[in-house]
């Protein structure tokens, strides 16, 4: 799974509009993601009888991925940050795949070591693949859901535009299935700063 192409339209358009003299208000993050996840499949019993018994079989997935944000600064240190991430595991092989859509508010505490806070609303999609294991069938459900991200991180300063993040944790809740899945997440890349 690749970076979304509309992101890359985003990212080239900032920085095509970055202006010197606004030094520093747009910073660009990419890099590894992980989420520790909660991920329900419909596993149906093989048989021969028309209506095979189904149970709905909870997992908990090691995802990888991307992850990828842009933060506008506005005011003093107060940014608007949009964030996308795309990860992805299988199980019984069953490949499953989560992507996030996330805007919101970002307060950084700027300097050689710079932390920063965050509260990010929007969207997630999950897709289950199908598979079949072990005389059952796994999977195949797509679905939508409201999600939230709350955390932070810390960026270290290599270069006057360039930033290291070590670490990026977030408390990552989704609704799939009409339940509440927490989550975290763990994140770490590289920071540009125009």
Known sequence: MGIPASFLVLLMAILMTASPARSQSVEIFGGYSYVRAPVTYVRTSLCAIPACPSTNNTAHLNLN?????????????????????????SFHGANTHLQTYLAGPQLRFPGPISPFVHALFGAAH??????????????????NSFAT????????KVLPFISLRPI???????????????????????VLRF
Do not use: C
Not at 65 to 84: H, M, N, Q, R, Y
Not at 126 to 143: K, L, M, P, V
Not at 168 to 190: C, E, I, K
């Open 65 to 89: 991925g991307w992850e990828a944000s842009v933060a506008f600064k506005f005011i003093g240190p107060l940014a608007f940050a949009t964030d996308f991430s795309g990860t992805n595991s």
């Open 126 to 143: 999950e897709a289950i693949g199908s598979s079949t294991s072990g005389g059952f069938a796994y999977g195949g459900t797509t679905q």
């Open 149 to 156: 991200a709350l955390g932070g991180g810390l960026d270290l």
């Open 168 to 190: 990026q944790f977030d408390y990552l809740m989704t609704n799939f299935n009409s339940t509440h899945q927490n989550q975290p997440r763990v994140s770490a890349g590289l």
